[in-house]
């Protein structure tokens, strides 16, 4: 009798939770097989007949950010900025004690000081994100070196990125953010004298 597990495909919008403390998943004839157990609203976001009328360009590889910035808050959160707003997802290299929780939130723009005292405590802004919670949730396998997270069936669209509670010292070397981007053909060229306008330009591109 196969094994049962839930469908790795999250219509959600809030993310995925990631347990390290599991074999990895094996393709060939000796390889495990599970049933893979559906729901109607999972069903009802994956109906071919709708996916099927969507027309756009492919998606591809459209390579690797570094943040540009990090800080941590006086709660322990570490905020990482990638400069710009991507689709994609993040690897993120940790080290700490097995079965310890890491949990991590994605978006796009930061809250905005406050009007008396101009503090920003420089969190992530999530009230345009309604009821996704943009997060992921990651348990450490407990390596005695470390180990890196790397999402699989979840990507987000955020320019920031913060880490609750770490299980180590974070740097900027920590974390490296894979995205994609439509594959278009180039028509033409545009640049002005505005480094501003032109990186806009680039950004939409």
């Known amino acids: 009798m196969p094994e049962s597990m839930p469908a790795p495909l999250n219509s959600s919008r809030n993310g995925s939770l990631v347990l390290q403390d599991m074999l990895p998943i094996r393709a060939g004839s000796?390889?495990?097989h599970f049933e893979v157990m559906t729901d109607s609203q999972q069903q009802d976001y994956l109906d071919p007949k709708d996916i099927g009328e969507i027309k756009g360009a492919k998606l591809t590889d459209g390579g690797i950010l570094k943040?540009?910035?990090m800080w941590t808050s006086d709660s322990g959160i570490d905020t990482f900025d990638l400069g710009q707003t991507i689709a994609g997802w993040c690897?993120?290299?940790f080290q700490g004690s097995r079965g310890f929780g890491v949990y991590i939130r994605y978006g796009e723009v930061l809250t905005q000081p406050v009007v008396s005292t101009?503090?920003?405590t420089r969190n992530i802004y999530t009230e345009n994100?309604?009821?996704a919670t943009a997060s992921n949730t990651y348990i450490l396998r407990g390596d005695s070196v470390s180990e890196i997270y790397e999402s699989t069936f979840t990507i987000h669209g955020f320019r920031y990125l913060s880490i609750f509670g770490p299980p180590n010292e974070l740097t900027l070397d920590d974390v490296e953010c894979p995205f994609v981007r439509n594959e278009t053909t180039l028509k033409s060229h545009f640049s002005t004298s505005n480094q501003i306008i032109n990186q806009i330009q680039h950004n939409i591109l």
């Open 30 to 32: 000796d390889a495990l």
């Open 67 to 69: 943040p540009v910035a």
């Open 91 to 93: 690897r993120l290299r």
């Open 118 to 120: 101009n503090h920003s």
């Open 129 to 131: 994100l309604r009821d």
